[in-house]
């Protein structure tokens, strides 16, 4: 499965300017037939542009779409093999739940008796059977929502889009509708984008995930991935919690701060490091920032407690360090005690500089690996 | 047992419900006046009501073939004017509404300038426009004429009619295989479809009502009902130009009860913007 294959989607070098600004940049992308892949960013980062430009609303202004090897590029929305769940499901209000679901299929000629089967077939997959009669209005959010997707699969498109589909649930609705999405992803095997803004929801769903900022793919890779190994600053700042600091190298630690603090990391932990002085930036998950109390600990700085709250089976600890106005997030066990003198010192430490992750060190062995950002997520932290 | 008690009024309820009861006598009293001597036989002052009621003058007016005539004449333009108007102005409002037009915003209120000003100023420039091209006392004429006062209905309305239909049902529509005709077919015209309802109905009448333009281009040769009116008063009994007056009432009457639910309707309202 790479990048050459001719299964699937296929986006390359897409670029469109809207209203005088470049809202989406060289962007390249490929998903293969049977994956979810997830465009996930903050607001005006292009996700949106992108997908519409893959469904055929809106035309690229440089770069190739292809699908399954054929080029649609230049082809409308009515003539390519995608079908899209709408934001806001934009259900026919005047048709029947039967009527929006059959449109489709009744434009292409099919016969009534396979319309009729089709469509029950996949409203009995969405759990709609009897709602079959009634109109958009009369049904729940959730409902109407399954009712656009099945809209959507009774076509039997090669490649499903999926604009925030989830946005307009409320918040448990929307953990269990996610999971019913991906389930009826895998059951179909049919490749699917789903566009969010909601790290969680990717993070929990997706076979890859493309990190997306000012139009650009930061990073292109599976979820577990992204977490341990954001490829860029903004990746690290963007997907789960990070520490992040300007500050550069010491001969055990990091020296973090105005105040200069010295975090320890580990005996000689960048000795020989390429290009170990001038300014870094620094990214420490807080699970990895080590807290101990004084009288047990190594080579490590002081902290005082500011705040913590308690997250059930951890509790998360915001840190004052070395006595100077330096902030730590951490996540310490549910029973340590907060109380009395603590040292803090970082187990694992991203190394960016200018936004691309160039170095890792992570506890007594350094891991010096080259990040090499390849934009389809080839490269040392591609899933391939 | 429960008392009843009367409420005192206050003076500004007085007041306002004196205001509301002069308003119905200042409106509904000639229209009431109208419909009593539309089916009076025998009616002379003072006395309130008619001494004697009949349907004969309906008949009468029916019979004398020049009223009759008008009264065809009358809804053949409207029918025509409204079927012309819709064909020109619908793909119009439809541009307006979905297009990003240059000069939008200009154009619709130019349009909307045919009824901004003095009617008859407008007509008799037109008028010599007319003579020149041959079109006075012409049937095209008296389209043409009529057709300038339903275009701001035509445009307008539906414009705020096709405006409404949110884009993302058309897109749907066109993300599972339908053509622009077909979606324009399927999903804008049915939702569409109260708002010009509004429209066509408004232009009909309008058409029918229209007095001045008609007077000016259609005389002698074609005299519709609002322009018959003119001289009816004087050439034939009050009892048949009550019977005309009520004649033409009716189908505005009619036609606006009927849309009376779509023109109150919020959908309308909202879609409104230029």
Redesign the interface.
């Known amino acids: 499965m790479g990048v050459g294959a001719a299964e699937g989607l296929a986006v390359t070098g897409i670029s469109k300017s809207l209203g005088g600004t470049e809202v989406v940049r060289e962007l390249s992308l490929t998903v293969p037939r049977g994956q979810l892949v997830c465009l996930l960013g903050p607001s005006g980062c292009g996700k949106t542009t992108t997908l519409r430009m893959i469904?055929?609303?809106l035309r690229p202004d440089i770069g190739r779409i292809s699908i399954d090897g054929a080029d649609v590029t230049d082809l409308?929305?009515?003539?390519r093999p995608?079908?899209?769940v709408?934001?806001?499901y934009?259900?026919?209000?005047?048709m029947t739940v039967f009527k929006n679901v059959a449109?489709?299929l009744r434009?292409?000629k099919v016969a009534k008796r396979e319309v009729n089967d089709r469509v029950m077939a996949v409203l009995k997959l969405v759990n709609l059977e009897r709602a079959r009669d009634r109109h958009p209005t009369q049904l729940s959010g959730g409902e109407q929502q399954r009712v656009a997707l099945a809209?959507?699969i009774v076509?039997e498109p090669k490649l499903l889009l999926l604009d925030e589909p989830l946005s307009n649930l409320d918040a448990k609705l929307r953990v269990v509708v996610r999971e019913e999405i991906r389930d009826i992803q895998q059951r179909l095997g049919i490749a699917m984008v789903f566009v969010t803004h909601d790290q969680d929801e990717a993070l929990s769903i997706a076979d890859r995930v493309a990190v997306m900022s000012g139009g650009r793919i930061e990073q292109f890779a599976d979820p577990e991935t992204l977490y341990a190994r954001p490829e860029t600053l903004f990746v690290a700042g963007f997907v789960g919690s990070m520490n992040l600091f300007v500050g550069r190298l010491g001969a055990d630690g990091v020296v973090v701060g105005e105040s200069e603090v010295l975090v320890p990391c580990g005996r000689g932990c960048f000795a020989g490091l390429p290009g170990v002085d001038g300014s870094w930036e620094i990214a420490v998950r807080p699970e990895d920032v080590i807290v101990e109390h004084a009288w047990e600990a190594g080579p490590a700085t002081s902290a005082a407690v500011l705040k913590h709250v308690a997250h059930g089976h951890f509790r998360e600890v915001l840190l004052s360090i070395g006595g100077g106005g330096v902030e730590v997030r951490a996540y310490v066990s549910p029973g340590f005690d907060l109380s009395g003198p603590l040292m803090v010192r970082f187990g694992r430490v991203l190394l960016y500089r200018e936004g691309v992750l160039l170095h890792e060190f992570n506890g007594a062995r350094e891991a010096v690996a080259a990040g090499s950002r390849k934009p389809d997520g080839g490269g040392a932290g591609g899933a391939g | 047992m429960p008392r009843y008690r009367a409420r005192r009024l206050s003076v500004v309820q007085v007041v306002t419900g004196l205001g509301v009861g002069l308003l119905f006598v200042f409106i509904f009293g000639p229209l009431i006046w109208l419909t009593l001597w539309a089916f009076a036989g025998v009616w002379h002052y003072p006395a309130l009501l008619p001494q004697q009621w009949s349907v004969s003058w309906w008949e009468r007016v029916f019979s004398y073939p020049q009223l009759a005539r008008s009264v065809g004449l009358s809804f053949i333009f409207a029918s025509v004017v409204t079927a012309l108007s819709a064909v020109v102005c619908l793909p119009a409002a439809y541009a307006f509404a979905r297009f990003d037009v240059p000069g939008r915003r200009g154009l619709m209120i130019m349009l909307f300038s045919a009824n901004a000003f003095p009617k008859i100023g407008l007509y008799i420039t037109i008028a010599t426009l007319f003579y020149a091209l041959h079109l006075m006392g012409t049937f095209f004429g008296v389209v043409l004429i009529q057709l300038l006062g339903t275009i701001v209905f035509m445009t307008w309305i539906p414009t705020a009619a096709f405006a409404a239909v949110p884009r993302a049902l058309e897109e749907a529509a066109r993300d599972v295989g339908a053509g622009r005709l077909r979606t324009f077919f399927s999903v804008t015209l049915p939702l569409a479809a109260p708002g010009i309802l509004v429209a066509i109905v408004l232009a009909f009448l309008a058409s029918l009502d229209e007095a001045q333009g008609t007077f000016l281009v259609g005389v002698p040769n074609y005299v519709t009902m609002p322009v018959q009116m003119y001289s009816l008063v004087s050439d034939y009994p009050p009892e048949a130009a009550a019977v005309f007056s009520v004649l033409l009432a009716i189908p505005s009457v009619v036609l606006l009860l009927l849309v009376r639910r779509h023109i109150m309707g919020g959908a309308l309202a909202r879609g409104f913007q230029i």
């Open positions: 469904a055929g609303f409308p929305p009515e003539d995608t079908a899209m709408f934001q806001n934009a259900l026919w209000p005047h449109f489709g434009l292409r809209r959507a076509l």
